[in-house]
């Protein structure tokens, strides 16, 4: 029997999950976690929130949510990894070994520390402030997670191509000094996955702080979507609804009859207001049983906590065997 294809992703923790993340990444990956065709990784990467976030609470928090919403939403921990990046050691032992073999000079051209760089440049400052060796290093750490596992696709958004791209390169750059060893990744793109705008009509981000947060309680939810920018056309006056993040948001969310219902509703000239009430029903629909669950977990760690420690012995055993050899190609082998 040949191989399962290892699928792998990971999270940065950082800040609360929103509508965004759930339609563009999480929804996706949970329905990869039930299929029995592939074989797939799940992790949090809390060292790569560490580049961006050092309040020690908001990482602890921002962990034990996105752990509890995946648990939620219905990850199958049995058929797929789910575990925390900082519990798997053998991912930071081959940061370095792959360091040892990655040109400077390709994390220089690195997108986010060029952004870093013209930033500062641009403010008349060092080009290095406030530029970490973190920060710099940062597709090193993400190459280990990947080749950590010899993961042959890696679902991503379009900003982290680039990512993909430099840990092929250190793979093969390692491949080419020591024998084959690494599997080169490919970037899964899935162009049929809508991003989502937020509040502001922009893509949701949170770096935009126009994000929808995906576990609200319902009146919660229902002011947060009461908030999403509209036009001025009153009810009764015929809507385009191409042009409305009202109706981008429900699309990602109906089936094809009520897309094509809610098109006849904005033809007829639905009132703002109540094409937002009709939205937070939908999106309540999809989410309240897992956002009853998501409460529950959150007031049970020690579930979160047995789940990602399975999951971490899981990871643990088959990162630790490439590590072996690696280890060994490169002259460390065991000792007798
Ligand atoms: N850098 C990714 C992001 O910000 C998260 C991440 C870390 C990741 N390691 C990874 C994604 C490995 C895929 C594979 O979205």
Redesign the pocket.
Known sequence: MSEKPRV?????TTGTPHLGNYVGAIRPAIAASQSAAIDSYFFM?DY?ALIKCQDPALVQQSAREIAATWLALGLDTDNSTFYRQSDVPEITELTWIITCVTAKGLMNRSHAYKAAVQTNEAESQDPDYGITMGLFGYPIL?AA??LAFNAHR?P?GRD?IQ?IEMARDIGQRFNHLYGDTFVLPEADIDDDVAVLNGLDGRKMSKSYGNTIPLFLPEKKLQKMINKIKTNLLEPGEPKDPDDSTVFQIWKAFANKEQTDWMRQQFAEGIAWGQAKKELCALINTEIAAARDEYDRLLGDPGFVDQELKKGAEKARERAGRLLSEVKSAVGIPPLL
């Open positions: 792998l992703t990971g999270i940065t990467a790569h993400m997670d990947i890696v991503v982290q990512h």
